[in-house]
């Protein structure tokens, strides 16, 4: 392996990085410095946060920039305040033996006369979000003739977030000579377009695979119930003591109530989310940093960038509307060669988005159960025993008490006390355990459980699936259809009931999940196609999927373009943070899944 030296890394910057625990050179770092360090190269990487690349591009932007002009040199834009801050962080740490570097953060919600004061101090490094920077420019506040070097970080980010005329105009504002550094953790058709537009035979590096999660993760998801979210999450939670993690949800609503819930509840937790002042932001951040906060509550935007190490779970209280979001919030944990859980909590009718992440990311969901009110009891109690076992004894401070302490305890024997110590804390746990439910959704059962009317009726589970006669199917084509599909054979499935634009199939509940998830992205004849299991009532057919009647027409759902709306994802997006600065009037929205 090439060291940091070997790169071509100087003194003081190996001095700082040294300071820092660096070691060796992550993979990225490896590759990307030496022909950055050039600087005379076009950049586009492929890489997640967390695999070092601000490091990757920190360095030889350090290395190049003249710290002794005080003029701008390079520019770095990024999607959130949060990210420009940690990457600001970063750099003025690999720079602290350069006297005169000064690099500044810009962002909105924050004063822009205090940065203006900043930039014309003389910074030589702005890290900026685009929409703040646009301002600056407008006010002629920064001065961008003299840059050399423009780094676009979690460029897909950006363009999501819609600052791609922002992210034009700022470019347009820059020398024509100057190289430009994209990092981005997908490439979508957009994120091509500005290489095409911006760069010249540009480097290209790919650190692991296209869209591809970190290998250290493990991604779990639990079926549960739609009511049972905020209760399995508890569970989660309590089954886990020492969880330190980030609660992902869709909405700043949701945010706030999962938050306020959990708080209400007794857990160490806050919310991070746009509606939130700059200031009680840092307050957040800063808490879960020093690790005074134990689990953070928040939106994608919100969380969108940040780097703290050790979290150990990243939740999806909600699956995220976009398919990249997926590995943007796992990406959270597993930092630094470090392993970490992903959990989703999905219903019965999110099943197949389990599917098509797996494909999108390239591994293996595990289904998980949720722990039993008796798992978890035990789980606490001999947290708990543990804590009593291992608690520094303060012998001097608690000497003078503990006379009066032994003469309280004098009737009781050793057993009572532990007892009794023990259920100080326990019993909050005991109370609220002791008529928990069972919270894992058995898919297989589904079908069975339903109440059933004069409709349809089933000796065993049901699928149901949005093709019918109109599509051209009976009974034997159907039965080909699903055997072809889920990979089963015809003597697995039982009865079919063939219905005009939708139908039921009887599968025996051990081979139901498998089949349901085959049919993840399955298409037929260019139209998505929809399974469930069955909740058949009161002889009216309705379906988990809920929605639509089983029409072919305008069924929109996960996996399928939402951008011409309709589909009920969309009024969930717009309860997303708006991190812009200022107003956009056309906005690129990706595709979802
Ligand atoms: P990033 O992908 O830039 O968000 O970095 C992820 C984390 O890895 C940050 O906490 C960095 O401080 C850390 N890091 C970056 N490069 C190295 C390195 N060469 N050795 C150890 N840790 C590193």
């Known amino acids: 392996m090439r060291s940091f030296k070997d790169s071509g890394v100087g003194e003081k910057v190996l001095k700082a990085i040294t300071d820092l625990g660096f070691e060796n050179p992550t993979p990225i770092q490896e590759q990307a410095i030496p022909v950055l360090l050039s600087g005379e190269k076009d950049f586009v990487g492929l890489a997640q946060t967390g695999t070092g690349k601000t490091a990757a591009y920190g360095i030889p932007l350090i290395e190049l920039v003249d710290f002794d002009n005080k003029t701008v040199q390079a520019l770095i834009l990024a999607p959130t305040r949060e990210l420009c801050v940690q990457i600001t962080r970063d750099l003025v740490s690999y720079s602290k033996y350069f006297s005169n570097a000064n690099i500044v953060a810009v962002y909105g919600g924050a004063s822009i006369d205090t940065q203006i004061r900043q930039i014309k101090k003389g910074s030589q490094i702005v890290v900026a979000t685009p929409g703040r920077l646009i301002d600056l420019i407008g006010?002629?506040?920064?001065?961008?003739?003299?840059?050399?070097?423009?780094?676009?970080?979690?460029?897909?980010?950006?363009?999501?977030?819609?600052?791609?005329?922002?992210?034009?105009?700022?470019?347009?504002?820059?020398?024509?000579?100057?190289?430009?550094?994209?990092?981005?953790?997908?490439?979508?058709?957009?994120?091509?377009?500005?290489?095409?537009?911006?760069?010249?035979?540009?480097?290209?590096?790919?650190?692991?695979?296209?869209?591809?999660?970190?290998e250290n993760i493990e991604h779990y998801y639990y079926v549960v119930h739609e009511r049972d979210r905020y209760p399995s999450l508890k569970r989660i939670l309590d089954g886990a003591p020492n969880i330190f993690g980030i609660v992902f949800c869709r909405t700043k609503n949701e945010t706030q109530d999962v938050a306020e819930k959990l708080m209400r509840d007794g857990y160490n937790a806050d919310a991070l989310h746009g509606d939130l002042s700059q200031q009680q932001r840092d307050k957040v951040m800063g808490r879960y940093r020093n690790r005074t906060l134990q689990m953070l509550v928040a939106t994608d935007v919100a969380a969108r960038g940040i780097d703290v190490n050790d979290v150990t779970h990243v939740i999806n209280y909600n699956l995220p509307d976009e398919a990249e979001n997926y590995t943007h919030r796992s990406g959270r944990t597993a930092r630094a060669g470090k392993s970490g859980t992903a959990i989703s909590f999905v219903n019965v009718r999110e099943l197949h988005k389990i599917k098509q992440i797996e494909k999108k990311i390239n591994r293996k969901f595990h289904l998980g159960k949720l722990p039993s009110a008796v798992e978890v009891v035990e789980m606490q109690l001999m947290v708990l025993i543990k804590k009593i076992h291992n608690v520094e004894v303060n012998e001097k401070a608690i000497a003078k008490y503990l006379p009066a302490v032994m003469d309280e305890f004098k009737d009781m024997s050793k057993e009572d006390i532990i007892?009794?110590?023990?259920?100080?804390?326990?019993?909050?746990?005991?109370?609220?355990?002791?008529?928990?439910?069972?919270?894992?959704?058995?898919?297989?059962?589904?079908?069975?459980?339903?109440?059933?009317g004069e409709g349809y009726r089933s000796s065993g589970p049901q699928m149901f699936i949005n093709l019918g006669s109109a599509d051209g199917f009976d009974k034997g084509s159907m039965l080909g259809y699903i055997c072809d599909t889920a990979g089963v054979e015809g003597k697995d499935i039982g009865k079919i009931d063939v219905k005009g634009v939708y139908s039921f199939i009887e599968i025996p509940e051990d081979k139901m999940a498998k089949v349901i998830a085959a049919f993840g992205d399955e298409d037929y004849k260019g139209r998505k196609v929809r399974v469930d299991v069955s909740t058949e009532r009161s002889g009216k057919k309705s379906f988990n999927g809920g929605g639509s009647n089983g029409g072919s027409g305008g069924r929109k759902g996960w996996g399928e373009n939402n951008r011409s709306g309709g589909g009920s994802n969309r009024g969930r997006s717009e309860g997303y943070d708006k991190p812009r600065e200022r107003e956009h009037k056309k906005s690129y929205k990706k595709s979802s899944w």
């Open 139 to 214: 006010r002629r506040a920064v001065k961008l003739e003299g840059i050399s070097y423009v780094v676009l970080d979690e460029a897909d980010e950006m363009l999501n977030m819609g600052f791609q005329e922002d992210i034009d105009e700022i470019l347009s504002h820059t020398p024509k000579e100057k190289k430009v550094w994209l990092f981005s953790a997908t490439m979508p058709s957009e994120v091509r377009r500005i290489a095409g537009n911006y760069m010249t035979n540009p480097f290209e590096l790919t650190v692991g695979k296209k869209n591809e999660g970190a």
């Open 419 to 452: 007892t009794r110590m023990v259920s100080i804390e326990f019993n909050r746990f005991l109370e609220y355990y002791r008529t928990a439910p069972d919270l894992n959704v058995d898919i297989a059962h589904q079908g069975r459980t339903s109440e059933r």
